[in-house]
């Protein structure tokens, strides 16, 4: 499956983006999908995952973000609200993790990542 991440951008602290992740040649039916984000001089780390009908989140995002699919479309979404500065990352959206679904070396299947920029 190839994944295409968008709606990236810079918003000031307090609003709110949407990003989506298009994915293509196979169905993300039935399949785990997840967000993470890296933050400069920072490693990758989770964010947000749909799977198997129930939703995960990082604590520091919880309340605020919040994972979709629409598996017609064949996309997954991640609603961003009350952004934060601390929020300034670039976003990968993921799909089927092997093991543990809140690693990202687990994962088989990467967009490309889109960048969002919180700014005071």
């Known amino acids: 499956v190839q994944l295409q991440a968008s709606g990236g951008g810079l918003v000031q602290a307090g609003d709110s983006l949407r990003l989506s992740c298009a994915a293509s040649?196979?169905?993300?039916?039935?399949?785990?999908m997840g967000w993470f984000r890296q933050a400069p001089g920072k490693e990758r780390e989770f964010v947000a995952i749909?799977?198997?009908?129930?939703?995960y989140y990082r604590d520091s995002v919880k309340g605020r973000f919040t994972i979709s699919r629409d598996n017609a479309k064949n996309t997954v979404y991640l609603q961003m609200n009350s952004l934060k500065l601390e929020d300034t990352a670039v976003y990968y959206c993921?799909?089927?993790?092997?093991?543990?679904?809140?690693?990202?070396?687990?994962?088989?299947?990467w967009g490309q990542g889109t960048l969002v920029t919180v700014s005071s």
């Open positions: 040649r196979r169905t993300i039916s039935n399949r785990a």
């Open positions: 993921a799909a089927d993790p092997r093991g543990s679904w809140y690693l990202s070396d687990e994962y088989i299947y």
């Open positions: 749909s799977r198997a009908g129930s939703t």
